[in-house]
């Protein structure tokens, strides 16, 4: 229990902004059996019995977003905010830890459970409301059934509406999700991006978007692809032309597969990932809570910076640099008009690599998290193939890197500065926040 008295309700926006928010009473339905992966939650048991809600809700949360057509980066983005509100809900009853940015006390004895569930049911009703009715009602209902009646499960759902409604508030015209149109110049410099597909291309509000924790969207802006006259470009180009090839005859088998593995679709496969470290790992509700806010809180700023980055610079990808490769002005590069990449290519600019912006990321958070550089992780396939186990950060970080140029849609110098906006972020976050 915090020492703060229960009236006081505070939020604190990650731009300085300071906002009081008003008390919020709800009345809310209950029933049904609990909705979601019915995964136990681990960590250090001296704290609390193993969670059971933070993992169902990460589920519901991902066949929300997947119901509602949310992209992958969206739904990256999108997790912070329920992430957040869990956190700061967990820390109003339990006290362990500082908020991250709602700032809210609980009655003595009230229910975490029932504050973190009604938290992520209010922020996912708030921006999803079109699933409310076949996926979070149920599961809000669900998780409230398992929670036994009474007092305590009164105040908890008052504290987690309180959490929710104020962190709703501080984030309004955040610019998550806002309409910025992508138009290349005609005619294209060389060497510019063009989209990919027909769709619309992804990410293009991230650059203007206000971060959780950075300071600003370029806040770790890299200094930009090589010149195309250079030889580093050189480099990079004869590298995926060689091994990032459909029909690449010097990609080893197991690169094939890597390559494949990390072109799955990349919020599923990593918060299937999540819901298996929770379950892997004993953590109670708190440090379940505090593990998915910092995931997600990183998650979110690295994609911000990296697709600042990316916007910035508008840089082609393989499969349109490769065939035309007879005019970048680069002596060095052969043209290759039959060329085509091994997996396909996501639509947005080629550099960074966002999968480098986000994945050695949270290798760092795992580390930190865990308190030993061997994060023993297991990432699980969510398209019938093998799962792949990581020993240390550092192997996840090579492997996630090679494999997006062995599937030929990434340079190495993207790969390379992608990492490092990653990393640079995950630090940067986890020194700023979560007692880490």
């Known amino acids: 229990m915090s020492s703060r008295t229960s009236s006081s309700l505070q939020a604190r926006s990650l731009g300085g902004r300071r906002w009081r928010a008003p008390a919020v009473v709800a009345a809310l339905a209950v029933g049904c059996t609990m909705a979601g992966s019915g995964v136990a939650a681990a960590g250090d048991r001296s704290h609390g019995a193993p969670d059971a809600f933070v993992a169902a809700w990460d589920l519901a949360a991902t066949q929300a977003l997947g119901a509602a057509g949310f992209n992958p980066v969206e739904s990256h983005v999108m997790f912070a905010y329920v992430a957040i509100a869990e956190y700061d809900a967990a820390v109003a009853v339990h006290g362990r830890g500082d908020h991250f940015a709602v700032d809210a006390d609980a009655p003595r004895g009230a229910s975490a459970e029932a504050a973190v569930s009604t938290a992520a049911h209010r922020v996912l009703?708030?921006?999803?409301?079109?699933?409310?009715?076949?996926?979070?009602?149920?599961?809000?209902?669900?998780?409230?059934?398992?929670?036994?009646?009474?007092?305590?499960?009164?105040?908890?759902?008052?504290?987690?509406?309180?959490?929710?409604?104020?962190?709703?508030?501080?984030?309004?015209?955040?610019?998550?999700?806002?309409?910025?149109?992508?138009?290349?110049?005609?005619?294209?410099?060389?060497?510019?991006?063009?989209?990919?597909?027909?769709?619309?291309?992804?990410?293009?509000?991230?650059p203007g978007m206000r971060p959780f924790a950075l300071r600003s969207a370029d806040q770790f802006r890299p200094d930009g692809p090589?010149?195309?006259?250079?030889?580093?470009?050189?480099?990079?180009?004869?590298?995926?032309?060689?091994?990032?090839?459909?029909?690449?005859?010097?990609?080893?088998?197991?690169?094939?597969?890597?390559a494949r593995f990390w072109g799955e679709p990349p919020f599923t496969q990593a918060h299937a990932s999540f819901r298996l470290f929770l379950d892997q790992h004993d953590l109670d509700l708190a440090d379940a809570t505090r593990f998915q806010a910092m995931m997600s809180v990183t998650y979110a700023d690295a994609l911000i910076a990296c697709f600042d980055a990316k916007y910035r610079y508008a840089f082609w990808?393989?499969?349109?640099?490769?065939?035309?490769?007879?005019?970048?002005?680069?002596?060095?590069?052969?043209?290759?008009?039959?060329?085509?990449?091994?997996?396909?290519?996501?639509?947005?600019?080629?550099?960074?690599?966002?999968?480098?912006?986000?994945?050695?990321?949270?290798?760092?958070v795992l580390s930190r998290f865990l308190g030993t550089a061997h994060i023993d992780f297991t990432v699980p396939s969510v398209t019938g193939g093998a799962a792949r186990h990581f020993a240390t950060r550092q192997d996840l970080t090579s492997e996630v890197g090679n494999a997006r140029i062995w599937g030929g849609v990434h340079f190495r110098s993207a790969v390379d500065d992608g990492t490092a906006i990653g990393e640079r972020t995950a630090k940067y976050v986890l020194r700023h926040h979560f007692d880490r």
């Open 317 to 364: 990808r393989p499969v349109t640099a490769i065939p035309a490769g007879d005019t970048d002005g680069n002596r060095r590069t052969i043209a290759d008009p039959s060329w085509t990449p091994l997996i396909p290519t996501p639509n947005h600019p080629e550099y960074p690599s966002a999968h480098s912006c986000i994945t050695p990321a949270s290798g760092i």
């Open 125 to 206: 009703a708030h921006y999803l409301p079109a699933q409310k009715p076949t996926i979070l009602d149920p599961a809000y209902q669900a998780a409230l059934a398992s929670i036994p009646d009474g007092s305590a499960e009164t105040a908890g759902v008052a504290v987690g509406e309180r959490v929710a409604a104020a962190l709703i508030e501080l984030r309004r015209d955040d610019g998550f999700r806002a309409t910025v149109p992508y138009t290349p110049p005609v005619p294209a410099p060389v060497g510019t991006w063009i989209p990919t597909a027909p769709t619309p291309p992804l990410g293009t509000f991230l």
């Open 226 to 258: 090589p010149d195309l006259d250079s030889r580093r470009w050189a480099k990079d180009y004869a590298e995926v032309a060689a091994i990032g090839s459909a029909t690449s005859t010097v990609r080893t088998p197991d690169q094939t597969v890597a």
